[in-house]
């Protein structure tokens, strides 16, 4: 991926996720507003009709209003609903009416007019014998009032429906500033951060590719140089890559084992040329030299950050199971599961393979000959049951 469409990404993610964060917080404040507004309904129409009641019980179904009402006695009335307006803050006026207000229920009924509310109430004597018919007692609420002591933070106000019944809306009138820019700096602050994750997957990523391009782009080279051993190195991946999807590597794992594979000899560039394409027997100094390859590629791959998890099983391809490998002379499980499986792949890649000093074996003759060899037996026991499929992916008859 070019730099220009690199950034680009980047800072769609950016925009992308900044908004989906602003989107996020408009919806977390929409229902938590919700909640807060119902709430806040329901406490209102508790207090509203609490005080209803307490003025319906305690004043209205009271023989002395009742007779104080019918009979006019304006200081009586006067006296008594100064008292009701001392100990209720909530109310603002008492008064007598003698039209009989729309839909009154038995006790009291409900209305909302601008920030008012006003409660009309049937009077009745103490047994609730009888009521009167051309006299009620119309009771105003402070809306404003009752709204403010009940809720918490914010500041609500009522919209009037224009319903004689008890409807109204509750609107958020103000968002809390500092919350708001909390919100916003938090929505960037997601989509920074999932623009920065997004550079580094990319870094990572085309970093890993083009150190592994780089060096396999050196390994093919060398190996054309060599008669015999162009696509040496492809041919191993492709078997390893096999053998380890049969053993039941994941993903990513065989991904590093067939980028480990593919790399496995990048410490012949260290090896003469005519040592490598010698067609007599080495000489054991000449054997040394090459086996220096194996901490060679060891030494190569120390300068390449993004493939250093790889250096390990590169290294140890050429160990035994009977520890009488090299470099180290690992035994066993102590060699690592990838080098094991190169191992595999790369012993029967050569064995196939046409050499100065041999014709290639078949298939089925390098992988008896492979099998007195102290080799990983499990993994040899994989390249046997798949040996068909190894052959036609490295094109060679079996
Ligand atoms: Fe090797
Ligand atoms: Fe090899």
Same mark, same amino acid.
């Given at each position: 991926?070019?730099?220009?469409?690199?950034?680009?990404?980047?800072?769609?993610?950016?925009?992308?996720?900044?908004?989906?964060? /602003?989107?996020?917080?408009?919806?977390?404040?929409?229902?938590? +507003?919700?909640?807060?507004?119902?709430?806040?309904?329901?406490?209102?129409?508790?207090?509203?009709?609490?005080?209803?009641?307490?003025?319906?019980?305690?004043?209205?179904?009271?023989?002395?209003?009742?007779?104080?009402? *019918?009979?006019?006695?304006?200081?009586?009335?006067?006296?008594?609903?100064?008292?009701?307006?001392?100990?209720?803050?909530?109310?603002?006026?008492?008064?007598?009416?003698?039209? $009989?207000?729309?839909?009154?229920?038995?006790?009291?009924?409900?209305?909302?007019?601008?920030?008012?509310?006003?409660?009309?109430?049937?009077?009745?004597?103490?047994?609730?014998?009888?009521?009167?018919?051309? !006299?009620?007692?119309?009771?105003?609420?402070? *809306?404003?009032?009752?709204?403010?002591?009940?809720?918490?933070?914010?500041?609500?106000?009522?919209?009037?429906?224009?319903?004689?019944?008890?409807?109204?809306?509750?609107?958020?009138?103000?968002?809390?500033?500092?919350?708001?820019?909390?919100?916003?700096?938090?929505?960037?602050?997601?989509?920074?951060?999932?623009?920065?994750?997004?550079?580094?997957?990319?870094?990572?990523?085309?970093?890993?590719?083009?150190?592994?391009?780089?060096?396999?782009?050196?390994?093919?080279?060398?190996?054309?140089?060599?008669?015999?051993?162009?696509?040496?190195?492809?041919?191993?991946?492709?078997?390893?890559?096999?053998?380890?999807?049969?053993?039941?590597?994941?993903?990513?794992? @065989?991904?590093?084992?067939?980028?480990?594979?593919?790399?496995?000899?990048?410490?012949?560039?260290?090896?003469?040329? &005519?040592?490598?394409?010698?067609? +007599?027997?080495?000489?054991?100094? &000449?054997?040394?030299?090459? *086996?220096? !390859?194996?901490?060679?590629?060891? %030494?190569?791959?120390?300068?390449?950050?993004?493939?250093?998890?790889? %250096?390990?099983?590169? $290294?140890?391809?050429?160990?035994?199971?009977?520890?009488?490998?090299?470099?180290?002379?690992?035994?066993?499980?102590?060699?690592?599961?990838?080098?094991?499986?190169?191992?595999?792949?790369?012993?029967?890649?050569? @064995?196939?393979?046409?050499?100065?000093? %041999?014709?290639? @074996?078949?298939?089925?003759?390098?992988?008896?000959?492979?099998? %007195?060899?102290?080799?990983?037996?499990?993994?040899?026991?994989?390249?046997?049951?798949?040996?068909?499929? /190894?052959?036609?992916?490295?094109?060679?008859?079996?």
């Amino acid at each position: 991926m070019n730099k220009k469409r690199r950034r680009l990404s980047v800072l769609f993610t950016f925009i992308i996720f900044t908004t989906l964060g /602003i989107f996020l917080f408009i919806q977390i404040n929409k229902s938590r +507003d919700l909640s807060n507004i119902n709430q806040l309904k329901k406490n209102f129409e508790l207090v509203l009709d609490l005080t209803s009641d307490m003025l319906s019980s305690g004043y209205f179904q009271w023989d002395d209003v009742y007779e104080a009402v *019918k009979n006019s006695d304006k200081v009586f009335l006067d006296d008594t609903f100064l008292e009701i307006i001392f100990l209720n803050e909530y109310i603002t006026s008492i008064k007598i009416i003698d039209e $009989k207000p729309e839909n009154l229920s038995k006790w009291f009924t409900k209305k909302t007019i601008n920030n008012k509310i006003v409660v009309n109430f049937n009077v009745y004597d103490s047994r609730q014998n009888n009521v009167l018919r051309d !006299h009620y007692v119309q009771v105003t609420f402070n *809306k404003i009032k009752i709204m403010r002591n009940i809720q918490s933070k914010n500041i609500y106000l009522l919209e009037d429906t224009g319903n004689y019944d008890f409807l109204y809306e509750n609107r958020l009138r103000s968002q809390n500033p500092p919350i708001l820019i909390f919100q916003l700096i938090s929505s960037i602050g997601i989509g920074l951060l999932c623009a920065l994750i997004l550079n580094r997957v990319y870094y990572t990523h085309s970093h890993f590719f083009y150190e592994t391009r780089g060096l396999q782009k050196i390994i093919f080279l060398f190996e054309q140089t060599e008669r015999f051993s162009a696509n040496h190195s492809k041919n191993v991946a492709a078997i390893s890559y096999i053998l380890g999807e049969k053993y039941g590597l994941k993903r990513r794992t @065989l991904k590093d084992l067939k980028v480990a594979a593919l790399l496995h000899d990048i410490g012949k560039i260290s090896v003469p040329r &005519e040592i490598l394409n010698k067609v +007599d027997p080495l000489t054991e100094k &000449e054997f040394d030299i090459i *086996k220096e !390859h194996a901490t060679f590629a060891d %030494r190569i791959l120390e300068d390449f950050e993004e493939l250093s998890h790889l %250096r390990t099983f590169i $290294k140890h391809h050429h160990e035994k199971m009977d520890g009488t490998g090299y470099p180290s002379g690992l035994k066993g499980n102590e060699i690592p599961l990838q080098s094991r499986i190169i191992a595999v792949a790369d012993i029967f890649e050569a @064995l196939t393979g046409e050499r100065p000093y %041999r014709k290639p @074996l078949e298939p089925l003759a390098a992988l008896s000959f492979m099998k %007195r060899m102290s080799l990983d037996q499990d993994i040899l026991i994989l390249l046997e049951k798949n040996i068909h499929l /190894i052959c036609n992916k490295i094109h060679i008859a079996d």
